[in-house]
C-alpha cells in the first residue's frame, strides 16, 4: 500500500542535459555577456547551455542539436504491484491486524474470514506469463515476513517447506527477469524489534509499519530496519535494488527515509543506483522520477537515490481485493481516455499501479481479467509508442538523462555521464547523410538503419529529414557517435 502523493515534495528534477559546444567565441564577446545576463534575469539554470544552443544554430554546417529522447522514443510504462508476496493472501492476513490498532475505522471491519488465505502460485504463474507475452515489465513486492505469519527465508506456517520453496523459485524465474523485487518493509503490519525479531508487544497506530515512525528516527536507524528486509530477500536469493514503503511508513521523516534506502541498499546488496517507490502522483503532477541526495551539482553521487513515483491509483480491486474494478479509470476500452491515457499522451512514464490481492479478487480474477483488457487497450492504440520497463529502468534512464553532458562540433556528439543506461537515444540534427558510428574506447559499433522511429531498438538509427534518432547502449564515462 502507498501514499497519495506528497504535498510538501520538492521537486529537484533537473530538465533534460546540459547542451554544450566548444566553440571559438572570439567574434562575439559582447553578444556572449549580453547573453549571459539575458539568461540569468530569466533564471535559466544552464547559462552555458542555453548560450552555446544559440551559438550551435547560427553556424550552418555541423551538427546544429544534440538531444536526449524518451527511450527508443517511446514513453516509457511500468505496472507497480504492492502487498504482493508468496503464497500468503494479505488482504486476509493483514485485515485483522488493521482492525485491531485502528478499532474505529469501518474499511477494517470487513468479513476477512471468508476470504481466501492463500494467492495460489498457479496464478502466480498465469500472471507472470501472460505479462510475459505482453512485454509487460515492473516492480512485484515480495514482504519478508509477511503479516508475521512466517518468515520466508526459513519457515511459513500453514505451508509446507516444499511449498515455500517452489513459491520463491517461481518468482526468481518467472519474475525477476521482467519484475524487480522489493521489500514492502518486513511485515507490513506490525513493526519489528530488531534485537529481538519479534513485533512490538503493544498494538496501536504507533507500533504499524503503515504509520511508523511516529517521531524522528535517524537515517541508521531507518536503514537498518531497511536493512532487516532486504537480508530476509537475499537469503532467498532474490535480487533487489530498491524498496517500497507500506503506507504511510517514513512520513514523518521523508528526508532520513530517502538517505536510508540508499545506505541500507548499497549495504545489502552493493547498488550502484538504488531507488524506491513511495509516492503517488496527481493528475496535475509530473511522475519523472526525482534524483535525490547529490552533491556539488551532480558531481558527488555517493548517497545519490532515484525517487520512482506511480501516475495512477489502484482501481483493479483496492489492497484486500474487495472492489469492483474500474478499469476505465486507467484506459477506456478505445484507449482515448483514463490516466494512462493521459501520462502517455503527456509524453512522461506511465506507471501503472495496483495491490496483488486486488488482482487475485478472493479467487474471482476480476482485477485480472480488468488489467488485461487495460492492456490490450493500450496494445490497440499505442503499440509503437509505448516500452515496457522494470521501475529501476525507468529511473536509470531519467538519471543518465539528467547528469549526461553533451557536447557536440562538426559531426560528433560527445556523451559524458556517471551512469549507463540501455536504449539511450539522441536525436541529433544536422546535414545528412548519415552513418552513425558509436565509439567508446577502443570499440567502435555501426548503427543499422530502420525504416520507422517505432523500429528503433539498441543498435539501431532512424533518419527523419535533417535529424538522425540514434539508440544505443550508454555506457558509464565519456562516449562518441560519429554520425
Known amino acids: 500500500m502507498t501514499t497519495m502523493s506528497c504535498e510538501d515534495h520538492v521537486s529537484r528534477n533537473r530538465q533534460g542535459s546540459l547542451c554544450r559546444q566548444r566553440r571559438s567565441t572570439h567574434a562575439l564577446p559582447d ?7 539575458s539568461a540569468t534575469s530569466l533564471g535559466l539554470s544552464s547559462v552555458s547551455g542555453a548560450i552555446t544552443s544559440l551559438w550551435a544554430g547560427q553556424e550552418g554546417r555541423g551538427i ?3 538531444r536526449f529522447e524518451l527511450p ?6 511500468s505496472f507497480i504491484i504492492d502487498d504482493s508476496t508468496c503464497l500468503v493472501n494479505m488482504g486476509h492476513f493483514c485485515m485483522p491486524q488493521f482492525a485491531t490498532a485502528w478499532p474505529n475505522r469501518p474499511n477494517y471491519k470487513k468479513p476477512w474470514k471468508q476470504w481466501p488465505r492463500e494467492i495460489p502460485d498457479a496464478f502466480v504463474r498465469e500472471f507472470g506469463e501472460w505479462c510475459a507475452e505482453h512485454g509487460v515489465k515492473g516492480k512485484y513486492s515480495i514482504v519478508p515476513y509477511p503479516a508475521c505469519v ?13 511449498e515455500l520453496l517452489a513459491s520463491l523459485k517461481l518468482v526468481r524465474e518467472l519474475m525477476v527477469p521482467n519484475w524487480d523485487i522489493h521489500p514492502e518493509m518486513i511485515t507490513h503490519t506490525r513493526v519489528i524489534d530488531l534485537k529481538t525479531g519479534r513485533p512490538m508487544e503493544e ?17 541508521d536507524e531507518l536503514a537498518s530496519y531497511l536493512a532487516y528486509a532486504l537480508r530476509i530477500l537475499k537469503n532467498c536469493d532474490l535480487p533487489c535494488e530498491g524498496i517500497t514503503t507500506p503506507g504511510g511508513f517514513g512520513n514523518r521523516v521523508k528526508q532520513e527515509l530517502s538517505l536510508a534506502v540508499g545506505e541500507a541498499v548499497r549495504d545489502v546488496y552493493g547498488t550502484e543506483l538504488p531507488h524506491y517507490f513511495k509516492y503517488v502522483a496527481g493528475p496535475k503532477e509530473s511522475t519523472v522520477p526525482r534524483l535525490e541526495n547529490t552533491k556539488d551539482n551532480g558531481r558527488d553521487l555517493s548517497r545519490a537515490v532515484m525517487n520512482v513515483w506511480a501516475g495512477t491509483g489502484d482501481w483493479f480491486g483496492n489492497w484486500d481485493g ?18 494512462m491515457v493521459d501520462r502517455i499522451q503527456k509524453r512522461e512514464p506511465a506507471m501503472m499501479l495496483c495491490h496483488w490481492p486486488g488482482l487475485y479478487s478472493h479467487g474471482t480474477r476480476k482485477g485480472f481479467r480488468a488489467f488485461q483488457r487495460v492492456i490490450l487497450s493500450l496494445e490497440g492504440r499505442f503499440a509503437d509508442e509505448l516500452l515496457w520497463m522494470k521501475v529501476s529502468e525507468v529511473g536509470r534512464y531519467y538519471a543518465a538523462k539528467e547528469l549526461a553532458t553533451i557536447r557536440y562540433a562538426a559531426r560528433t556528439v560527445h556523451v559524458d555521464t556517471p551512469y549507463g543506461t540501455p536504449d539511450c537515444t539522441l ?16 570499440k567502435k559499433q555501426r548503427l543499422r538503419r530502420v525504416g520507422r522511429r517505432a523500429d528503433l531498438v539498441e543498435g539501431s538509427h532512424f533518419v527523419d529529414g535533417e535529424t538522425c534518432w540514434v539508440c544505443f547502449r550508454l555506457e558509464q564515462g565519456q562516449t562518441a557517435v560519429v554520425v
Open 427 to 442: 536525436a541529433i540534427t544536422g546535414p545528412p547523410p548519415f552513418d552513425p558510428v558509436v565509439v567508446k574506447g577502443s
Open 150 to 162: 512466517g518468515w520466508l527465508d526459513r519457515v511459513l506456517p500453514g505451508w509446507s517447506r516444499r
Open 322 to 339: 474487495d472492489r469492483e474494478p474500474q478499469p476505465d479509470r486507467y484506459c477506456n476500452r478505445d484507449a482515448t481516455a483514463g490516466q
Open 72 to 77: 527508443r522514443g517511446r514513453v516509457p510504462a
Open 64 to 66: 546544429s542539436e544534440a
Open 203 to 219: 498494538i496501536h497506530s504507533g507500533t504499524m509499519e503503515n504509520s511508523y515512525p511516529q517521531e524522528k528516527k535517524s537515517v
Open 31 to 37: 553578444r556572449r555577456k549580453f547573453l549571459q545576463a
